[in-house]
């Protein structure tokens, strides 16, 4: 790549969505860092991700892991896909890496066990609980909150947009750049209150998973790319 | 018709919307009662809805007007298209005419001048106030919160779906078919805490509109009919 591309680290990575995003970011070519609390965790999601993506006969990626924080300070835009009960915590430990950057977060707001009903936070969604804790510093984004790990997995279509929500423009086009890499859709969908809209359909959206026995996304129409 | 239809109500139904949903439901054979809170508006509204049929050679369809109590009473099924702000006053104002029926809520809460910007209540949805207010009676089911009036004008795309959230299965699935009746796909989306979602991403369409200078709406992926 000619370009300078900037470096991507994901905190709480080692999931299906983490690890989806990572590799599909390395294969875009972009320098990925899987974040987690322990190195050893990372270091074994990494080097799964690496032999998928080797026997696959993907090339010249690059997939690194760290601690949370190293992984923060290493990185240019970071992303984190925690459960809600760790969102704070996790937030606070890498909060003065974080000034300057953009945070993506991709927080859900589930209540278990009733995860399949909307119990929005009284602050009024993840995205501005984030918002508040980090500060007018960290330009925060929410976005890929209604993207099931199921869809980010080899050879499953993509029919799912991505709405990108956060107070700056700037921070949501450069988000945007992100998903399209992602091989997905994003639109601009407002300021980081509107993450309420986006958080809230996950959880419709695990309802209806359950009624209909399928893996539901929404897209938008009406809509000219 | 052979099957004996219920009778539909539509309150505050001389807007764009209300007027929209009572052509289509009439036009699929059912009876329709515009209500608002004055007869002759009711009167007004219904009569423009009846000349355009006329004009467009559709025949045989019943749009009647009463006011909104008038229109309560009357029907089997009630929808409400009224602005947020109106919401409670008119639920007050039919609440007995209401028990025992089905209540199709509209209702958005947007919080003007900022109504691209989620603003949801402290009750947790428009949907769960209109069900606190009017008691485990009456089945309240939310709906039709993403499709713009737009939408349902005649020779445009009906390229949305409806996520129909309530407390009840079966009332939701009486739901279901009018919004199929009105030409879209219906969806259990489940309880009347999950209108938050729907009623949220009506904010996030308003600002998408804007940005994108189009008629968003939003359909569901991966789910067969």
């Not at 074994?44 to 601690?67: F, P, Y």
């Not at 936070?121 to 510093?137: D, K, R």
């Not at 960290?138 to 869809?151: G, L, T």
Request: glycine fraction near 8%.
């Amino acid at each position: 790549m000619s370009e300078k591309l900037p470096v991507i680290a994901i905190l709480g990575g080692t999931g299906d969505l983490g690890t989806g995003l990572a590799r599909r970011w390395a294969q875009a070519g972009y320098q990925v860092i899987i974040g987690s609390r322990t190195q050893d965790k990372a270091e074994a999601a990494a080097a799964d991700l690496q032999k998928i993506m080797a026997e696959r006969g993907v090339k010249n990626v690059s997939v690194r892991a760290a601690d949370n924080l190293a992984a923060a300070q290493a990185a240019d835009i970071v992303a984190m896909t925690v459960p809600f009960s760790h969102q704070k915590s996790t937030l606070e430990s890498v909060k003065d890496a974080l000034q300057g950057k953009i945070l993506i977060d991709v927080t859900v707001p589930l209540v278990p066990p009733k995860v399949a009903r909307v119990q929005l936070p009284a602050e009024g969604s993840a995205g501005q609980i984030a918002q508040a804790l980090l500060g007018e510093n960290v330009k925060v984004v929410s976005a890929f909150q209604n993207v099931a790990a199921h869809h980010l997995q080899e050879g499953k279509g993509l029919d799912c947009d991505v709405l990108v929500c956060g107070d700056s423009k700037d921070a949501r086009a450069e988000v945007i750049k992100l998903v399209e890499a992602a091989g997905m859709r994003g639109f601009h969908a407002g300021s980081i209150a509107n993450a309420a809209a986006v958080e809230a359909m996950t959880s419709v959206l695990i309802f209806i998973n359950k009624q209909y026995d399928c893996h539901a996304g929404i897209r938008l129409t009406g809509i000219e790319e």
